[in-house]
């Protein structure tokens, strides 16, 4: 946040200063992305509180609620973006001045580097709203290209490319607005409670079935509540055990998938009689 912070207040200023539209849509975004991950923050400290009475399940889709928010207010920012770089597209101004490209330049180079960094995170605590945010740094590279390609187009032909500096700063508005619905729609999926992927769901089958007595998985489901899944498992055992045993191996497969798979947060374990769906099946 302090680095977009500064980011944002040096292109801002040297923008206005240098008379670059692109530069100062840039410097806008950049300063959409100290909001952002100042949601992201909370979000993150809201989502590692412990359960209470309340909130069995835990605090974690606020997290995923502040993915949702990120996205929708990307998509705001970059509808400004577009409508402030299109406003005076129509005025005769001089070119804009060289050194608008330096903060630009250097937002590049530090956003690369935070963006790997939050992606890498994100994604290894399964955190949609971390990876949201990377993604929101990913598009100031790619905005701050288009910056310094339209100012350099400016630069090289005022008389013909005069007009680069404004349509650079519009097209920046237009990859803000479909990253941020992008962001929108993959955590609407999560908030929708969509499945993990097939490999997911085959890990935890694999995971339950390496525990003595567990015969078979009869259905599986897992959703994301935050940073980690929650799995509602049915699980078929001996018909002929006693409740005493087939408890005790519903919880070991419990602990077994908890402790196989750290993207678990809690495995709730239904058990079934062995062999039930081939007799129903029959008669």
């Known amino acids: 946040m302090a680095i977009s912070g500064a980011l944002a207040v040096a292109k801002l200023i040297t923008g206005w ?4 539209a692109s530069v100062v849509a840039d410097g806008v975004e950049s300063a959409g992305d100290v909001l952002t991950s100042g949601i992201v923050l909370l979000g993150l400290t809201v ?3 412990p359960p ?8 974690g889709r606020f997290e995923t609620l502040t993915g949702l928010v990120t996205g929708l207010g990307l998509a705001l920012v970059g509808a400004g973006i577009i409508w402030k770089s299109l406003q005076d597209i129509s005025l005769r101004h001089s070119p804009p001045a060289a050194y608008a490209m330096i903060p630009v330049a250097a937002s590049v180079a530090l956003k690369a580097m935070m963006a790997a960094l939050k992606l890498r995170v994100g994604r290894r ?3 949609a709203a971390l990876v949201a945010d990377a993604w929101n740094d990913t598009v100031d590279i790619l905005s701050g290209t288009v910056a310094l390609l339209a100012v350099g187009l400016a630069l090289y032909d005022p008389e013909r490319f005069i007009a680069a500096d404004h349509y650079g700063g519009a097209v920046i508005g237009c990859i803000v607005i479909l990253l941020g619905l992008r962001v929108a729609h993959e955590t609407s999926m999560t908030l929708m409670d969509t499945m993990p992927d097939e490999e997911m769901m085959a890990s935890i089958r694999a995971s339950a079935l390496k525990v003595p007595g567990a015969l078979d998985v009869e259905k599986c489901y897992a959703r994301k509540t935050g940073l980690r899944y929650h799995v509602d498992l049915h699980l078929e055992v001996d018909p002929d055990l006693t409740v005493r045993r087939s408890h005790a191996i519903a919880e070991e497969v419990r602990n077994c998938v908890k402790r196989d798979l ?5 495995v709730l ?15």
């Open 52 to 59: 209470d009475k309340n909130h069995p399940y835990g605090h």
């Open 269 to 283: 374990v239904h058990v079934e009689p062995y062999g039930e769906r081939a007799f129903h099946g029959e008669s």
């Open 262 to 266: 750290a993207w678990v947060e809690d």
């Open 125 to 127: 605590i399964r955190s």
């Open 47 to 49: 989502a590692a509180r």
């Open 17 to 20: 200063l240098a008379g670059s």
